[in-house]
């Protein structure tokens, strides 16, 4: 590994301190730390240059599986974004090379004053005085950053010591082999997890425990709404919450199995399921209608603990190690922020440790010193794990970029949680059937990160390629056109952008190259693929035959920007066709002109030049994509996915001979990707699938 960028570095309004991890704006701190940073640090090392997902990997994730580094850096790149205000379809820092890596794209100028001002603006206002105040840990970016859900954890005092975690001396791995699996909870010596499991059936559903090293699981209480276990602080027995006739109700179970018991007290009503067992024994935390309670297990009894404000809830009860306090969340039903707060457990003054304008993903926990607490944080689609000093009022920082319901063990330096994913699937829907038509799975999780899967359906109909990671790296497979007998059909990792030769026996994809993405054609025979475009400091992606198979046409940067270009399919030397800006090439109908995205953003329109070049014009106004990839060329139009203006998206078709748009078919979800049959009648798109989840450990966690 090579030496970790140093120095400082100057880009824009903000200045990055290499060495202290710092970064400013305006002379302000923002908060951007772990991950996020080293991210850009490596950026800002090779300003104006492709640095790669493979390089990434080795500086920033060497021990993560491929499918947790890329969900561990498409975070990391969102909250750098973030940090920034920057935008990934217009970006001024930070520009996305899809599936190849990333470029700073602005102008960086190396300083030895770690706290020099900004250069002035462009105005003449000069720069503005280092603060001496706090700021909030996030640079404002406007009201609209909240809206979209930006994570903005405010600190509860004026310290600004940051408490950094230590991932390299951190180990993850998986749990549990099922998937399904969450709300994990150690047993008091912690060599056990008790969890939650969502069979195929009501009997293999329900609580179940394991040996942390490694025995055989064992199911302790059956039922699809077994909720929330917690250990007794003996470890002999469990608690959980099971929802009966739309009643939440409190049982325990022996750990080892057997008759379960419910806990029946006059009064006790639980809004939530989330409980917590005292270190005591005598009594156990829940969420009543008015805040937490505490019921007793010994002379049955109620006791109230906290009383929140109007309109907001208290929930996720978690008792201190000494059973002196108690942790929750507060949820205002007005929005945000969530706090977690801390509270004696003889009730009195409260303690707000941490507020997240986020939604908190089960409950916050006691470190196993109980000097800090472990919350999830729900955040761009996805929760992850955050730490904050119980002690200090420190800010938080991010332990992880995926978790949910975390659980410390008392003993052994361990934290699991609850890993959720959601895979990217291909459906298709039969157009010929009209509004009786049902969209159909056609292929099954091809990926577990945001690329992919790009399916195209072989001209002759009988197979389709689309882009996996199943093998661990994305690559390029061919299947059955109903999804059956798939095989792997290129070795080059981060291949993408699958196209059909005219005669079905070849598919030309987009790959990495020694300085940039390449195009390639693979044989379906069998053979290493053939480098169409070799050599050259820049990107070329997207490519597509021509009708006869003697062009493929492609999108590349070799100009200075994106344009299209063709470069013969036996091998040759490139021409370019486009002079004012192009992407994703696709031949017209009639084979006489070659239709194109003007950009690679969103919303694109869709222009028109001649196969042999010349004359640019716009095909349609009405002809807008919602993405680059979301549209395709059938034998008398074009069909593309686009907004209805009202409820779910629309397929529509565009008919060159008429100019007229016609909407044929709806979807629920909005594509990025959309595929046809030659003749039309028959869609390809992408779809998220349903949501899984597995139990993650944290080994050496601290």
């Known amino acids: ?302 006791r109230p603990l906290t009383s929140p404000p109007p309109g907001s809830e208290d929930w996720g009860p978690s008792f201190s190690r000494d059973g002196g306090r108690v942790l929750f969340v507060r949820s205002r039903g007005t929005g945000f922020p969530e706090q977690v707060i801390a509270v004696p457990s003889t009730g009195g003054d409260e303690t707000v440790l941490a507020s997240a304008a986020a939604v908190l993903e089960g409950p916050a926990r006691w470190s196993a010193d109980e000097r800090s607490v472990i919350f999830s944080a729900y955040l761009g689609g996805k929760a992850g794990l955050w730490k904050v000093s119980a002690e200090t009022r420190d800010s938080a920082v991010q332990v992880n970029d995926s978790g949910a319901y975390p659980a410390v063990a008392r003993r052994g330096n361990r934290l699991a949680y609850e890993r959720q994913t959601r895979g990217l699937n291909v459906w298709q829907l039969d157009l010929a059937a009209g509004a009786q038509s049902e969209a159909t799975l056609l292929v099954p999780l091809t990926s577990q990160t945001d690329q992919g899967p790009g399916p195209q359906f072989s001209p002759d109909g009988a197979k389709l390629a689309y882009m996996s990671d199943r093998s661990g790296t994305m690559q390029i497979w061919v299947s059955d056109r109903d999804g059956g007998n798939p095989r792997q059909l290129t070795s080059v990792g981060g291949a993408g952008t699958p196209r059909w030769s005219p005669d079905s026996q070849a598919v030309v994809f987009d790959g990495p190259g020694p300085s940039g993405s390449q195009i390639y054609v693979a044989d379906l025979n069998g053979g290493a693929a053939r480098l169409l475009t070799p050599g050259g400091e820049f990107e070329n992606r997207c490519p597509s035959f021509s009708h006869d198979g003697k062009w493929v046409y492609f999108a590349s940067t070799r100009s200075g920007r994106w344009e299209v270009w063709k470069v013969p399919a036996a091998g040759g030397a490139p021409v370019p066709l486009t002079r004012h800006g192009g992407h994703a090439p696709l031949e017209s109908p009639d084979g006489k002109s070659v239709y194109y995205a003007k950009t690679p953003f969103a919303y694109p329109e869709i222009w028109t030049t001649p196969v042999a070049g010349g004359g640019e014009r716009l095909l349609a106004k009405e002809l807008r994509p919602v993405t680059w990839a979301a549209w395709a060329v059938v034998e008398r139009g074009v069909l593309f996915a686009a907004p209805s203006g009202s409820g779910g998206p629309l397929v529509n078709f565009f008919d060159p001979a008429t100019r007229r748009v016609k909407p044929l078919a709806s979807l629920d979800i909005v594509p990025f990707w959309l595929a046809a049959t030659r003749d039309g009648r028959r869609i390809a798109f992408d779809r998220p699938g349903s949501q899984q989840s597995q139990i993650m450990l944290i080994e050496n966690f601290r």
């Open 1 to 302: 590994m090579r030496d970790k960028p140093s120095g400082r570095a100057r880009f824009g309004p903000f200045l990055a301190d290499l060495d202290t991890h710092e970064l400013r704006k305006d002379g302000t701190k923002v908060k951007l730390v772990g991950q996020p940073f080293d991210v850009l640090a490596l950026l800002l090392s090779r300003p104006g240059q492709l640095v790669t997902r493979e390089e990434l990997r080795a500086e920033l994730w060497p021990g993560d599986t491929f499918v947790d580094f890329n969900h561990g850096l498409n975070a990391a790149v969102n909250k750098l974004r973030e940090a920034l205000c920057d935008s990934a379809e217009n970006p001024r820092f930070v520009e996305t090379l899809p599936r190849r890596g990333y470029r700073f794209v602005a102008e960086v100028e190396q300083l030895a004053d770690p706290f020099a001002p900004p250069r002035p603006a462009a105005t003449g206002i000069p720069p503005a005085e280092p603060a001496r105040r706090r700021f909030p840990l996030f640079a404002a970016c406007g009201v609209a950053a909240l809206l979209i859900g930006t994570l903005l954890l405010k600190i509860t005092a004026s310290r600004e010591t940051v408490l950094e975690p230590r991932p390299g001396s951190m180990r993850f791995v998986p749990f549990t082999d099922q998937l399904d699996s969450g709300q994990p909870a150690f047993s008091p010596d912690g060599s056990r997890l008790a969890f939650v499991h969502e069979g195929l059936s009501a009997a293999e559903s329900g609580i179940f425990t394991k040996e942390i090293s490694g025995a055989a699981e064992r199911q302790v209480a059956a039922g699809r709404w077994a909720r929330s276990p917690v250990w007794s602080p003996d470890g002999g027995s469990i608690a959980f919450t099971r929802r009966e006739r739309q009643e939440l109700r409190l049982y325990q179970v022996p750990a080892g199995g057997g008759p379960e018991h419910a806990v029946d007290v006059p009064g006790l009503a639980l809004r939530r399921e989330e409980i917590d067992w005292s270190p005591d024994g005598r009594t156990i935390a829940y969420t009543a209608p008015s805040g937490i309670a505490l019921v007793s297990l010994g002379a049955p009894g109620i």
